[in-house]
């Protein structure tokens, strides 16, 4: 028998919620945060077609749909707490459900962010997926835009450039090399934002944003925002591998400018070094000092012999911007 909404929440999407929750099933759920701390509330639409392809493995999809929004409360150094799914399918396939409902619970789990609720509706156009994310930050410690200081280190974790890289091949198929595709397709479709290390940055960075549409334009936010520049330094950008055979236009481009990274930029002053070099090993993530904020506005990249290098001109994804 066909299921209906409710035999499909049931099925999929109803999680024993924790202790001090009250979960799926009621008309709203229920939770708390620590005395002392604020919400941090994000959301994210994924629309078929635009952000995902529509034969994207939906297991690798449900962790992507997650993951781009525990992105954001890492942005701001909020822990996990929980989450609501709005989702939006054409019909009900079990085993696309199945395992949209696996990929996206089981990080859930992993960053103890339980589904706590959503809502479930029939679109014929495509699968619209809309993610909700609360998290929670003691109270006026948030990591904002707004506050980087001329000075200070500019650090970066994970790698840059593979995602970029990935979405090309899979949209001009052949223009590259299989073995480049396979190297790089796990960053656009499971990426895995630094959602325990950065509360511990709290009290010891000033301002942090996530790479969501490439580094020199998430970058830019903090520094208008900041009012201030920054000089960055090629050789310290921590390039992902499946790069290495590209030729230097191509690698400043998917590196600078290529979305989807889902990893964390933050600025701090450099008497915090070693801690979070010794945090970053703790938490086993690559965490790479690629720059520093400047009291002059504008945006440098240097090479190793203190050459500015000519950027690309788009400096990363827009929605409503053109393309290039
Ligand atoms: P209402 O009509 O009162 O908005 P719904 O019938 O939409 O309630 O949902 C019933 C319950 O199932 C609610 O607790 C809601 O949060 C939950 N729910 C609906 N869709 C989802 C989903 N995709 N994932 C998780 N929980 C869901
Ligand atoms: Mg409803």
Known sequence: MALNEFGLIQTYFN??????????????ALFSVQPGYQLAVSTDTLIEGQHFFSDVNPNTLGHKALAVSLSDLAAMGAKPKACVLALAIPSVQPDWLSAFSQGFLHLAHRANCPLVGGDTTKNPDGVIL???VFGEVPMALALRRMAAQPNDDIWLTGQLGAPALALHALMYPSSIPDSLLTASRTSLE???PPYEFAPHLLGYAHA???ISDGLLQDLGHVLVASRCGAKLYWDQLPIHTSLSGLSLTQQLDYVLTGGD???LCFT?????RAYFQQLATQH???LSRIGTITATSGLQVFNQSGQALS???KKGFDHFGSYE
């Open 268 to 272: 701090a002053s450099r008497q915090h």
């Open 208 to 210: 942090a944003i996530d």
């Open 190 to 192: 499971q990426p895995n």
């Open 284 to 286: 086993n993530i690559i």
């Open 15 to 28: 999680q024993a919620a924790p202790e001090g929750y009250l979960g799926v099933g009621d008309d709203c």
């Open 311 to 313: 950027l690309p001109q």
């Open 130 to 132: 809309t993610v909700t």
């Open 261 to 263: 990274v889902f990893q």
